[in-house]
């Protein structure tokens, strides 16, 4: 199967590279045409890593007709490729936030819904095994009685480019992306946020933000999130959720710890996560499901969603006031 990743904007792009050429069955193809040739960590450099197949442009690459690609590019260019894949009738795993608005994502879902071709977010937990049996113990209502509340946390390192968007963009998409599949996607009703740039290096650009989200059935969630992981913590940071019910509730922990301590070599403070990889457990579901009518994670649907509920906040951010909602 020839799975192509385009291009190399995104830091996680040469992981799925590696993880992709490890697996069997499946011949890599890695498209970077906008990275420079001379920078070891874009597309070319490490498709020579690699040995594997390098297209110097867009067009080639989808001349080659890969059967499924992995789109970590720019934000602002993420459309252009899911519909240019989607028209080669290439399954589609895209990076999250899926794009710059809500047009775009609604054309992107359009496109690949015409194709026939399955629209996938690349958000790693939603694929969690450990995450499948929470919400499927919360849905049996059994565990903690009718779900009230939910409140997540994910605090890392900065990421990405600026005009990607900062800690809000990238790090409430994976939270909202978790309560979205928790929910079933119930649409959000009203949005509030604030947010400071006290840690980002770039002005205007946030580094913390924190969202408050009423969802129709009544259920409140909150998600805090944050560039505030230090430079010297391997991992850790979540991201974490708690569901609160009725009766009781329930902790998830994506990257618990599992290993701690200070480590000599680089003085600075170990941390070792447990669990599995979930970059290769959610490439392995999207692999598995190409060219059958499930599968794993969340779709274009539900990245629309959690897209609204993005924009929303940012809307809340400027104005100081919620931000209501109509049903779409």
Not at 194 to 211: D, F, I, K
Request: with cysteine.
């Amino acid at each position: 199967m020839k799975v192509a990743v385009l291009s190399f904007a995104h830091e996680r792009a040469a992981t799925y590279a590696r993880l992709l050429r490890d697996m069997p069955g499946v011949d890599l193809i890695i498209a970077d045409p906008d990275g420079s040739p001379g920078d070891p960590a874009r597309g070319q450099a490490v498709a020579g890593q690699l040995d594997a197949s390098y297209a110097g442009s867009w067009d080639e690459v989808f001349a080659l007709r890969p059967e499924a690609v992995v789109v970590t590019s720019e934000v602002a260019r993420r459309r252009e490729l899911v519909e240019r894949a989607a028209e080669a009738g290439a399954h589609v795993l895209c990076e999250q936030p899926m794009a710059a608005g809500e047009a775009d994502a609604r054309a992107m879902v359009r496109a690949c819904e015409d194709a026939g071709v399955r629209l996938t977010l690349a958000s790693p937990v939603c694929f969690s095994p450990a995450f499948t049996a929470v919400r499927d113990g919360l849905a049996d209502g059994e565990a903690i009685g009718r779900l009230t509340t939910i409140h997540g946390a994910y605090n890392g390192r900065a990421t990405g480019k600026p005009e990607d968007g900062g800690a809000l963009g990238a790090n409430a998409t994976v939270l909202l992306d978790m309560v979205d599949a928790v929910l079933g996607g119930e649409p959000a009703e009203q949005v509030y946020a604030q947010s400071n740039s006290v840690l980002s290096a770039e002005p205007g650009v946030e580094s913390a933000a924190l969202v408050s989200v009423r969802y129709a059935s009544g259920t409140v969630v909150s998600v805090d999130c944050s560039w505030s992981l230090p430079a010297d913590r391997s991992a850790g940071g979540g991201p974490t959720m708690t569901f609160i019910g009725e009766r009781a509730s329930v902790d998830f922990n994506a990257r618990p710890r599992l290993l701690g301590g200070f480590d000599a070599a680089t003085a600075g403070e170990r941390w070792e996560a447990g669990g599995a990889d979930l970059d290769s457990v959610m490439l392995g579901a999207f692999i598995a499901a190409v060219g059958k009518e499930q599968g794993a994670g969340p779709d274009g649907a539900a990245g629309v969603r959690t897209l609204r509920v993005v924009e929303a906040a940012y809307a809340s951010v400027r104005t100081g006031q919620p931000v209501d909602l109509a049903s779409a």
